[in-house]
């Protein structure tokens, strides 16, 4: 079975502080992708970033990166000096090879105060 | 480039009634997805359309929903009659081709369903 936990609920950070959002994945497939989206107030899901199982190759683009780790099954997100506009609520999702379904976690809102 | 749309942005209706959800993908994108999130809950995938073709409806959760996609254009999603857990946000995605099974795809803002 193919599951993808997000284990936290919400997160409060005060602008320029730093936070990481988790996200652990299950899958027995060997070939398989991993997504983050963003969905802001506005509430469509804005996609960030897909990696596929056999790239670990650490990823930066700007304040964001991202941290993929097949021996621990997981692919973390981190945010470096948050600003207000972050705010929102980050989905991570799996998809395995030749499936089309993406599997989704249940989502970290994230609150960035000024 | 347009990106996905989705109309209308929210609906309410009673319990019983019937509703019609619009997405219209990316233009030039064969694959055509329909996801939902019923409150607090994770995402859901309900089904895959390539084309005009039905390719994935392992996720409809019962014969009260039917989606269609004619022309293999835009796609609708109706439930007749509509229950009270079937309120939720109802997001549509579309991605271009198959690429070994995970092209990216690309998220309308979702159609709010509340049921009365």
């Known amino acids: 079975a193919q599951k993808v936990t997000q284990a936290q609920t919400e997160i409060s950070v005060v602008e320029k502080e730093d936070v990481t959002l988790d996200c652990v994945y299950e899958?027995?497939?060997?070939?398989?992708?991993l997504f983050w989206y963003k969905q802001p107030p506005s509430g469509e899901l804005v996609f960030l970033i897909r990696?596929?199982?056999?790239?670990?190759q650490n990823e930066i683009s700007g304040r964001y990166s991202w941290n993929f780790q097949k021996s621990t099954s997981s692919f973390n997100f981190t945010i470096t000096a948050s600003q207000v506009v972050d705010s929102a609520v980050y989905f991570c999702?799996?998809?395995?090879?030749?499936?089309?379904?993406?599997?989704f976690g249940t989502g970290t809102r994230l609150q960035v105060f000024p | 480039e347009a990106g996905v749309t989705q109309f209308p942005s929210h609906s309410v209706i009673e319990k019983g009634q019937t509703v019609t959800l619009r997405c219209d993908p990316i233009s030039g994108h064969d694959n055509l997805y329909w996801y939902r999130r019923v409150m607090g809950k994770e995402i859901k995938f309900l089904l895959h359309?390539?084309?005009?073709?039905?390719?994935?409806e392992s996720g409809m959760p019962n014969n009260r929903f039917l989606a269609e996609r004619t022309g293999g254009t835009y796609s609708t999603l109706k439930v007749q009659p509509a229950e009270l857990e079937d309120s939720g946000v109802y997001f549509c995605a579309s991605s271009q081709t198959r690429s070994g099974g995970a092209d990216t795809q690309y998220f309308g803002p979702g159609t709010r369903l509340t049921v009365l």
């Open positions: 359309f390539v084309k005009e073709s039905k390719q994935d």
């Open positions: 899958t027995r497939d060997t070939t398989y992708y």
């Open positions: 990696r596929n199982s056999f790239d670990e």
């Open positions: 999702a799996l998809n395995a090879y030749n499936t089309d379904k993406l599997i």
